[in-house]
């Protein structure tokens, strides 16, 4: 079991900045893989960005490509998500995800990922 606990997320201004934080607990060791998503009302949940646990590689959304960072301390077992110049768009819950890659699926895909935390809101006014 692994388990996920989100922060950060609130209000901001369009061009603004957030830092969401995810701390990881319990089985930390078998993560291959951390990622955000986010799912706006009505919409599907969209990936965000991941990055793997051992070397740090990170994959980004094409929709976020230059304006977030996403980044992982290890030995606080967390992963953050430096998001900059906030646009409307993205206004969203975003989710944390652990990847324990027992499945060998996607990146990309939600299904791929094993545990998940609750989620915090991010709302971007215009």
């Known amino acids: 079991q692994v388990q996920l606990v989100e922060s950060g997320g609130g209000l901001v201004q369009t061009g603004g900045s957030l830092r969401l934080s995810c701390a990881a607990s319990?089985?930390?060791?078998?993560?291959?893989?951390l990622a955000w998503f986010r799912q706006a009302p009505g919409k599907e949940r969209e990936f965000v960005a991941s990055i793997t646990r051992n070397l740090g590689t990170t994959v980004y959304g094409d929709s976020v490509k230059g304006r977030f960072t996403i980044s992982r301390d290890n030995a606080k077992n967390t992963v953050y998500l430096q998001m900059n110049t906030l646009k409307p768009e993205d206004t969203a819950v975003y989710y944390c995800?652990?990847?324990?890659?027992?499945?060998?699926?996607?990146?990309?895909?939600?299904?791929?990922?094993?545990?998940w935390g609750q989620g915090t809101q991010v709302t971007v006014s215009s």
């Open positions: 319990g089985r930390t060791f078998s993560i291959y893989r």
């Open positions: 995800a652990v990847d324990l890659n027992l499945s060998g699926g996607s990146r990309y895909a939600a299904n791929s990922y094993e545990y």
